[in-house]
């Protein structure tokens, strides 16, 4: 089992930044692939960014710009720089990882979710 806890998310105006951050635990051999989805009230989850092992990075066309994904591969950690904060960037955003436990077996996991809320 693999457990991601996310945090960093909270209340921030407009134009503000955040960095939000998610941990891995669990008997972990590998993570080969980071991602930070979110989730809107009313709309499907959608993809931010993703990022691998080695460093390859890949963000949805309209989170191009402002958001920044990095990982720490030692503390099996992933982050997510959001800067200039818009109102509708208000989400529960969810990180998720992919690869490998002990033993070889693959796994994938979801973090529960951390709630940004842009206003002022």
């Known amino acids: 089992q693999v457990q991601l806890v996310e945090s960093g998310g909270g209340l921030v105006q407009p134009g503000g930044s955040l960095r939000l951050s998610c941990a891995a635990s669990g008997v972990i051999f590998s993570i080969n692939a980071w991602g930070w989805y979110r989730q809107a009230p009313g709309k499907q989850r959608e993809l931010v960014a993703t990022i691998t092992s080695g460093g390859s990075t890949n963000y949805a066309d309209s989170m191009k710009g402002r958001f920044t994904i990095s990982r720490d591969n030692r503390k099996s950690t992933v982050f997510l720089q959001v800067n200039m904060l818009k109102p509708e960037d208000t989400a529960v955003y969810y990180c998720?990882?992919?690869?490998?436990?002990?033993?070889?077996?693959?796994?994938?996991?979801w973090g529960q979710g951390t709630q940004v809320t842009v206003s002022s």
């Open positions: 998720n990882a992919v690869g490998y436990l002990l033993g070889y077996r693959p796994f994938d996991s």
